[in-house]
Nanobody, 125 residues
Framework: QVQLVETGGGLVQAGGSLRLSCAASEHTFKSLHVGWFRQAPGMEREFVSGISWNGGTTYTTDSVKGRFTISRDSAKNTVYLQMNSLKPEDTAVYYC??????????????????WGQGTQVTVSS
């Protein structure tokens, strides 16, 4: 079992920045692909960005491309989501998730085996 803990959410004005962190205590986290998802009220959970187990491959959804950057620090067993130029439409609960494989693709929530509890990001206009 891998436990994921997200931190770094909060309230920020439009145009501001936040950095989300997803930390795990288990050594196996290093071998897992990690994705960030978000869910706004009344909306389905959507893929935001993902990074392969070795950090060599990343994916980012078009709506945040150029503004959000995913990275991982294996020494700290942590994956980050740097979010710049935030917009009100970025407001959502953000979740990190870990997957043993991306056999069916990287963007589907069902591909991920482990989930964090989520962290709220609110962007005011």
């Amino acid at each position: 079992q891998v436990q994921l803990v997200e931190t770094g959410g909060g309230l920020v004005q439009a145009g501001g920045s936040l950095r989300l962190s997803c930390a795990a205590s288990e050594h196996t986290f290093k071998s897992l692909h990690v994705g960030w998802f978000r869910q706004a009220p009344g909306m389905e959970r959507e893929f935001v960005s993902g990074i392969s187990w070795n950090g060599g491959t990343t994916y980012t959804t078009d709506s945040v491309k150029g503004r959000f950057t995913i990275s991982r620090d294996s020494a700290k067993n942590t994956v980050y989501l740097q979010m710049n130029s935030l917009k009100p439409e970025d407001t959502a609960v953000y979740y990190c998730a870990a997957a043993a494989t991306w056999r069916r693709g990287y963007s589907g929530p069902s591909e991920y085996n482990y989930w964090g509890q989520g962290t709220q990001v609110t962007v005011s206009s």
